[in-house]
């Protein structure tokens, strides 16, 4: 059993057994944010849904209004003049069956992959190694397109592709520390949007199980969900 340390045990002490409303939720996560650097934070979500059946899986994108904080590396796999489009439009890496290649040996040195729709049959031979990390590309989150300048640059600006895992817990970094509050609510409040507008059609009874949110090295607190979903944001 992992040995838990004094400074987390501390900070676990300034969380109660209760549910905050979002906005006091988020700060209490920040001032326990004081880590040596800046931390991420993430967003834990429980859901009501089984996601062995494909009528309850939910696998979809959230473009965060103030972005996540973090730079991405970006892979394309495309080919001819697409891919050197895809480098002048700020991917990190691009190309064709060299790229194919590459993976299938088990380099990946990105966080997201983007292909052109005529590479994947290519792109779904790497089933093995990319379905596993999350990382094959899906039409329905945007990762395989023809507009690869397009993608790119949303994806640059802080779009996020998420899926519930086998538990049907949704895991998503939504900005740092050193936002403002209000930012972090925006990113929370775009997330919370999207799993709502994406509800899967098997799902039944009871959606939204839990809402935790939590940094790096700070311990969880759990968010009043119902109080999130009625927050209206201006403008």
């Known amino acids: 059993m992992p040995k838990i340390s004094k400074r987390f045990l501390a900070l676990s002490a300034k ?12 700060e209490l996560v920040q001032t326990n944010a004081n ?37 991405i590396r970006i892979a394309v796999i495309a080919r001819g003049e697409a891919v050197a489009a895809a480098k002048a439009a700020g991917a990190d890496l691009a190309g064709d069956d060299d790229l194919v290649d590459q993976i299938a040996k088990g380099e990946m040195n990105f966080d997201l992959l983007i292909a052109t729709p005529d590479m994947m049959p290519k792109v779904a031979k790497l ?12 039409p329905k989150a945007g ?28 895991h998503v970094r939504f900005g740092k520390a050193s936002f403002t509050a209000a930012n972090l609510l925006e990113n929370l409040k775009a997330l919370q949007e999207t799993i709502d507008r994406n509800k899967p059609s098997g799902a039944k009874g009871r959606y939204w199980r839990s809402l ?9 607190v759990e ?4 109080a999130l979903q009625d927050l209206k944001q201006e403008g």
């Open 143 to 170: 990762t395989v397109t023809t507009d690869l300048a397009g993608a790119i640059n949303e994806f640059k600006a802080g779009k996020l592709e998420f899926r519930a895992d086998r538990s049907g817990i949704v």
């Open 127 to 138: 089933g093995r190694v990319l379905g596993p990390r999350g990382l094959m590309p899906n």
């Open 15 to 26: 969380v109660e057994d209760r549910s905050y409303s979002p906005l006091e939720a988020i």
């Open 35 to 71: 880590a040596k650097f800046d931390e991420t934070l993430e967003a834990h979500v429980r859901l009501g849904i089984d996601p062995k059946y494909t009528d309850q899986q939910l696998r979809t994108t959230v473009a965060l209004p103030h972005g996540t904080g973090q730079a």
């Open 223 to 226: 968010v009043d969900f119902s």
């Open 212 to 220: 935790y949110v939590t940094s790096t090295m700070g311990p969880s």
